[in-house]
């Protein structure tokens, strides 16, 4: 045997071991990530409507990776069944606990309303309706037009309010627009006796708005409050070449509120 078949062999068997011990590696590697530990989810088996009371045909248990499943995920059908859906589901969507209500003794809606808060139904048209196009879910803005000093006058009264059922529907799975007669909204006490003024004093309109702009929205309530907080602010301006003291003025900035804008003006005094 000479010595490159020596050389030969050598190297074979040096490369039979190092292959054998990465592959020993990656098996090891991947018999963790197979070993990782399991948790049960719950998913919805079928579409569920707001307000739909869980059923046991409405949801199934199936296995996540631990390091996969969702924060507050539900783990047992136990915690499920019974609840009300305060959001809708669809096929494969996890049920997360904040998407659950404990059923009321009344009718569903009632399990829909966030705590301290409530319920109110006005009467609406085809034009405070917003031609039909409000959905359970949408948010709007609440506008009042009245008689101010013989002229009309319109304010923004609430501003982001949540509407929970159009006419009896709490449910969203459709996007026709429908005439509807009454919208129900979920507002605090305080909002609820302005909203309740504001139907006797004037008409309501609503502003429908887009689902992602959570912008703030100067309302009349909190305007009422800004002229208080304002000064003037006086500004003394001479004449470049006053030939006399009795020449020099001085104006006064006047902040002035005009709806939702501030606009500031100068008078002389």
Not at 202 to 221: E, K
Request: charged share 20%; glycine share 4%.
């Amino acid at each position: 045997m000479n010595k490159n078949t020596m050389l030969f062999i050598t190297m074979s068997i040096v490369f039979g071991v190092g292959a054998v011990f990465i592959a020993k590696n990656w098996l090891n590697e991947n018999q963790q990530e197979l070993t990782e530990a399991q948790v049960n989810v719950v998913i919805a088996t079928i579409n569920i409507a707001t307000g739909t009371i869980l059923k046991a045909n409405h949801v199934n248990l199936v296995v996540f990776p631990k390091s996969m499943a969702p924060d507050k995920a539900a783990n047992n059908l136990e915690d499920v069944i019974g609840k009300v859906a305060k959001n809708q589901f669809y096929i494969g969507d996890i049920v997360r606990a904040e998407r659950l209500a404990k059923q009321g003794d009344g009718s569903y809606l009632a399990s829909l309303i966030s705590e301290n808060m409530r319920a109110i139904t006005i009467r609406v048209n085809d034009v405070v309706g917003v031609a039909g196009f409000l959905l359970p879910g949408n948010r709007v803005d609440i506008l009042n037009t009245y008689q101010q000093d013989g002229q009309p006058t319109t304010e923004v009264i609430l501003s982001n309010i949540n509407i929970l059922a159009v006419d009896q529907r709490a449910a969203s799975d459709e996007n026709k627009p429908q005439l509807v007669r009454s919208i129900t909204v979920e507002v605090d006490l305080t909002q609820a006796e302005i909203l309740m003024s504001a139907r006797r004093n004037g008409y309501l309109q609503l502003a429908l708005r887009n689902p992602i702009d959570d912008n703030a929205v100067l309302i009349a309530s909190e305007q009422a409050a800004i002229p208080e907080a304002i000064e003037p602010k006086v500004d003394v301006l001479a004449d470049p070449a006053p030939k006399t003291a009795a020449k020099i003025r001085q104006r006064q900035r006047v902040e002035l509120i005009r709806g939702v804008r501030l606009q500031t003006v100068q008078v002389d005094i």
